[in-house]
């Protein structure tokens, strides 16, 4: 039997995509050394120019070891057609394709079948191995069309999962021992708008399935926060952390970025949610083109405002094919560096103020063992490490008294 290895790069999205894909090969071994493997299959990222050089220098590793490369995942759809034509993979598929990755390894011919933008996954995910919590795909694509950013072009437009098909995914889930659900797409918050639902409706429906504990959002975006949902923040089974995307805090740098979003309808949204005691994330890029040293300042100003705990934050990154590549008043990167700083300081503090605030009731879901600890998220989305001789992975338990400190938050349970 013919050994493959699944690379997977990118976001939560492709975590599950690669999910699916392993699924699917009947008639090869999975393995988890590339090393071992006949064949690779990589599962790529194409999000920033960066992305795409990261897979295509692992590619180029491949090569020279004389493995099957195999290419799938949003680079098949931005740089498949190149790749192929030069005979760096031996194939390239594209999402759509995925349920049908055992035939097309099997094959002898070289093949190129990028697929639709339309479709959904058929298959669903009803394990994961040595995962504590399950990622439920329930929507593809987004119907936005940020400055910056190409997922759009290579995922298609906003659709969504069926819903008695997620709900009967859920129920397979829970009854196989899952209690925290955490749900995921390119754009989430648009779930339903093709169905006549939404995701407020959806997550209902998944809260009243038996054995469902907890459920996680992936990110949402400001404009997507109805009425409907906000009725659903004094609910135990969501998370009491929420990641919605800002991306900036300065007006004028959210239009040229031709965002959605409105600075001071953001800041009340951010506020009433924090008041009700949840931790907030949210995304953030600095130096797109176009923010001046006013525009930083003025953003930065606004940004202190916000009750946020927990930040991605990255740098402008170009990416051919989207419009903000066309913008002229670039921002140098070691800038963009320092402005990156300044913003993951404050957040920083803040979550530190935050883990001082909320340090007992802590609901933990135990994931692993690493070092000394056993290691597992709170409600809050905050890492506790926990000082035990049991053996709580996988447990959930609850922590009356932790100690925290700037790195991180401990306990200790002994009986
Ligand atoms: S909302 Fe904007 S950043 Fe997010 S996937 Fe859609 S276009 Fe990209």
Same mark, same amino acid.
């Given at each position: 039997m013919q050994k493959v290895f699944l690379k997977t790069f990118g976001c939560r999205t492709n975590i599950y995509d690669s999910q699916i894909m392993a699924q699917n090969l009947i008639d090869f071994q999975l393995v988890d050394d590339e090393t *071992?493997? +006949?064949i690779v299959v !990589?599962? /790529?990222?194409? !999000?920033?120019n960066s992305a795409d050089s990261s897979a295509r220098s692992y590619i180029s590793k491949l090569e020279r070891s004389g493995k099957k490369v195999v290419l799938a995942g949003c680079g098949a759809m931005s740089k498949g057609e190149s790749l192929f034509q030069?005979?760096?993979? %031996? $194939? !390239?598929?594209?999402? /759509?394709e995925k349920k049908n990755i055992n035939t097309l390894l099997k094959s002898s011919q070289r093949f190129f079948q990028l697929g639709d933008l339309t479709s959904l996954d058929e298959s669903i995910v009803e394990d994961f191995s040595a995962k504590t919590k399950a990622f439920i795909k329930i929507q593809e694509g987004c119907d936005f069309n940020c400055s910056y950013c190409i997922i759009p072009s290579v995922r298609g437009r906003a659709r969504s999962q069926d819903e008695e098909k997620i709900? #009967? *995914? !859920?129920? =397979?889930l829970a009854s196989n021992g899952y209690g925290e659900f955490v749900l995921t797409g390119t754009n989430i918050g648009s779930y339903g708008k093709d169905k006549k639902s939404s995701i407020a409706t959806l997550l209902k429906r998944i809260s009243m399935i038996n054995g469902v504990k907890r459920i996680r959002l992936g990110s949402l975006e400001p404009v997507q926060l109805d009425d409907a949902f906000m009725e659903l923040l004094d609910e135990s089974w969501l998370e009491k952390h929420l990641h919605i995307a800002l991306q900036h805090t300065s007006e004028e740098m959210l239009q040229i970025m031709r965002r959605r979003n409105a600075l001071s309808r953001d800041l009340t949204l951010f506020e009433k949610i924090s008041e009700k005691g949840f931790a907030l994330g949210t995304d953030f890029i600095v130096g797109h083109? $176009?923010? #001046?040293? &006013?525009?930083? +300042?003025? $953003?930065?100003?606004?940004? =202190? &405002? %916000?009750p946020i705990t927990h930040l991605h934050a990255f740098t402008y990154s170009k990416r051919e094919g989207t419009h903000a590549t066309t913008l002229k008043d670039e921002v140098n990167g070691k800038i963009a560096k320092e402005r990156l700083k300044v913003l993951e300081e404050i957040v920083e503090k803040n979550n530190f103020l935050f883990r001082q605030k909320h340090n007992h009731d802590l609901l933990v879901l135990v994931e692993e063992k690493k070092g000394d600890y056993?290691? $597992?998220? +709170? *409600?809050?989305?905050n890492k506790v490490h926990i000082d035990s001789m049991l053996d709580l992975e996988k447990e959930w338990v609850v922590i009356q008294n932790s100690e925290v400190k700037k790195e991180g938050t401990y306990a200790s349970i002994h009986q």
């Open positions: *071992q493997a +006949d !990589v599962n /790529s990222c194409t !999000v920033t030069d005979e760096r993979v %031996f $194939g !390239v598929f594209g999402h /759509s709900l #009967s *995914q !859920v129920q =397979k083109p $176009g923010e #001046s040293q &006013r525009l930083w +300042d003025e $953003g930065l100003e606004n940004f =202190k &405002r %916000f056993q290691v $597992g998220y +709170d *409600q809050y989305f």
